[in-house]
């Protein structure tokens, strides 16, 4: 195999707690993933020449080590001794630096395409494991689905899928910076924990109302703080028939879940009328875990 095509799912976080810091700066968290079908297409392929090169539609992303692709492909060439080239072709269409995981995403499909492309014998634990190394959403983009992450995002139990619903993902024209919003937190009281074991028993009984009134995140009260964009966003959503609205991750996407799409489209116009968000998409959930015997030719 000289060649593999791979879609990078985009993540979005049904709850997410932090129970603590680590002394080496890590958080401690509690959190329910949800793969959605927005995504990045990757190609990777062999070349001649030995190293790494990357090119992207996103001029201003690196494509050097500053890359997450780059630094995953650099793991596994060191650790096995790889001397043919590697070429990374990524096509960006997730949102940057948006609390969807795009850059980890990314990295978790380098390394599950370079083990099929090299053989290297990887099972999804191995990948995982050395994924958690480069960012700690890794291991839950490697799986995907509806995953409960716990610890810094390496300890991961597989779920039921979460109930199907239209999934309306709204990105504000602004950036956050995760380091940011997490060192900001430090320093703040956490008022309100999200109810993760009731979501867990909403999606355990596949009960969709139940699991959207859930729906929280202790980062939202940083970010939100400083752009009320986050929140003017969720009203809209809300008051058009969204069943929940929240911040996905540290943010500025904000997700609204809907039981209806005819509701979600007028949402969607709206936003975009009212030029609250620069990136929307309606979408669904991505309810298939990655396991390492699939044949993902095309995936
Ligand atoms: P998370 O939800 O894990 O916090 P995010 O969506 O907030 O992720 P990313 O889109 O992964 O953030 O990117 C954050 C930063 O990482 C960007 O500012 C970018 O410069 C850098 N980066 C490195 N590699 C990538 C990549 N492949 N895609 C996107 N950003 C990348």
Redesign the pocket.
Known sequence: MDKISLKAMG?INLALDVLGRRENGYHDVRMIMQSVQIY?RLTISKSREAGITVTTNRSY??TDQ????YQAAKLLIDEFKITEGIHIE?K?F???????????S??AAVLYGMNRMFRLGLSGNDLMKRGVKI?A?IPFCIMRGTVLSEGIGEILTPLTPAPSCHVLIAKPGI??S?RYVYEKLDSCPINDHPDIDGMLAAIDASDFYAMAGKLGNVLEQITKAEYPVIGEIESVMLSHGAAGAAM???GPTVFGLFDDEEKALAAYDLLKEGHLAKQIYLTKFFNTHRRQEENHAGL
């Open positions: 993540k990045d992303l690196p500053g890359n997450l692709v990524l960006k997730l949102p940057v630096a948006a609390g969807m995981a795009g850059g980890s990314d990295a960012g959403d950036n956050v995760t996905s991750g540290s």
